[in-house]
C-alpha cells in the first residue's frame, strides 16, 4: 500500500504564490514517477508536472516558467512552487506517484488539495 499525502493549498491572489507538498509512505519503490495533476470543476483531470527518481521533469504548457517541481528522495516528498498564479490555475491538486509492481504499472493518487486564485 501508498498512501500520499498533499499539504499547502489555500487562497491566494493573482500573481502571489503557493508551495505544495506531498508526502509518501508504505511500500515506495526507489524507481518511480511522482508528480501533480489538477481538477477545475467541469473539467477533466490534467497533468501539471511531474518529475522521475532521476530527475526528468515533465510540464503541461500551461504553467512553464511559473510552476517549479521538485522532489527529495531520501523523504519520498514531491514538492510543486506555484509562482505568478492565474485565476485559471484555480483547481483541486493531486498528488500522483506511478511505479511498477510485479510488471504492472501502478497509479496512486493523494486526497486532493484546493488551490484557490481570487481577489
Known amino acids: 500500500q501508498v498512501q500520499l499525502v498533499e499539504s499547502g493549498g489555500g487562497l491566494v491572489q493573482p500573481g502571489g504564490s503557493l508551495r505544495l507538498s506531498c508526502a509518501a509512505s508504505g511500500s515506495i519503490f526507489s524507481i518511480n514517477t511522482m508528480g501533480w495533476y489538477r481538477q477545475a470543476p467541469g473539467k477533466q483531470r490534467e497533468l501539471v508536472a511531474d518529475i522521475t527518481n532521476g530527475g526528468i521533469i515533465n510540464y503541461a504548457d500551461s504553467v512553464k516558467g511559473r510552476f517549479t517541481v521538485s522532489r527529495d528522495n531520501g523523504k519520498n516528498t514531491v514538492y510543486l512552487q506555484m509562482n505568478s498564479l492565474k485565476a485559471e490555475d484555480t483547481a483541486v491538486y493531486y498528488c500522483?506517484?506511478?511505479?511498477?509492481?510485479?510488471?504492472?504499472?501502478?497509479?496512486?493518487w493523494g486526497q486532493g488539495t484546493q488551490v484557490t486564485v481570487s481577489s
Open positions: 500522483n506517484l506511478v511505479q511498477v509492481v510485479r510488471s504492472l504499472q501502478r497509479n496512486y
